[in-house]
């Protein structure tokens, strides 16, 4: 079964600065998707970033962007030019065969003006 | 609607009574997800729907829980008996297909339930 751990429960960025968060997983399976989702206050959850595991390059979506590291089986997260409105709950998944995410335990970001 | 919608927002219960909680997906969208989030927890996978049948229940947590989903759209979770530790926020998603590796699951803003 595919597992995805995130090992930071809370981290704190100061505004305008870069902070990455860490992601891992256990999986077999040669191609697979990964995705970061941001869960603010409001609890709605916000796809950030999705990564084919066959695409070599890290995707990237603005300020975010990811270091996909297929054999390491990392998936980290990386937020440039911290913004308050990036405060929220931070959550690593993996795609199961497109029938449900399996989630990491999430990451609380804290954003310091 | 232009995106997942659930209701109710939130849900006090007694211990012992039966709640519904419901969620609209996108207009079209195939597939239909269920998800836990106990306090301060990450997701918890419960099932999902594949038009109107759901393949595997094996992630309901107990038999007090089901789930239907009716004219390939709206979806009602059911909790019967409730207990204390039901008391959670229940996430809905949806996306255009099921199994399709890749595809972006797009989240309700969830109900939160308390079991007194």
């Known amino acids: 079964a595919q597992t995805v751990t995130q090992s930071q429960p809370e981290m704190s960025v100061q505004e305008a600065e870069t902070v990455t968060l860490s992601c891992t997983y256990d999986t077999s399976e040669s191609d697979y998707y990964l995705f970061w989702y941001k869960q603010p206050p409001s609890r709605q959850m916000i796809l950030v970033i999705r990564?084919?595991?066959?695409?070599?390059q890290n995707a990237t979506e603005n300020r975010f962007s990811v270091n996909f590291q297929k054999a390491a089986k990392s998936f980290s997260l990386k937020i440039s030019d911290s913004q308050l409105g990036d405060a929220a709950m931070y959550f690593c998944a993996f795609d199961n065969y497109g029938q449900n995410f399996v989630f990491g335990p999430g990451t609380r970001l804290s954003v310091l003006p | 609607g232009a995106g997942v919608s659930q209701s109710p927002s939130n849900k006090v219960t007694e211990k012992g009574k039966d709640v519904e909680l419901r969620c609209d997906p996108i207009s079209g969208h195939t597939a239909l997800y269920w998800y836990r989030q106990s306090l301060g927890q990450g997701l918890e996978f419960l099932i999902y729907?594949?038009?109107?049948?759901?393949?595997?229940k094996s992630g309901l947590p107990s038999d007090r829980f089901s789930a239907e989903r009716t004219g390939g759209s709206v979806s009602t979770l059911t909790i019967q008996r409730t207990q204390q530790e039901d008391s959670a926020v229940y996430l809905c998603?949806?996306?255009?297909?099921?199994?399709?590796?890749?595809?972006?699951?797009?989240f309700g803003p969830g109900t939160r339930l308390l079991v007194l």
């Open positions: 998603a949806s996306s255009p297909r099921i199994q399709a590796l890749g595809e972006t699951q797009y």
């Open positions: 729907f594949q038009g109107n049948s759901a393949p595997d």
């Open positions: 990564q084919e595991a066959y695409k070599q």
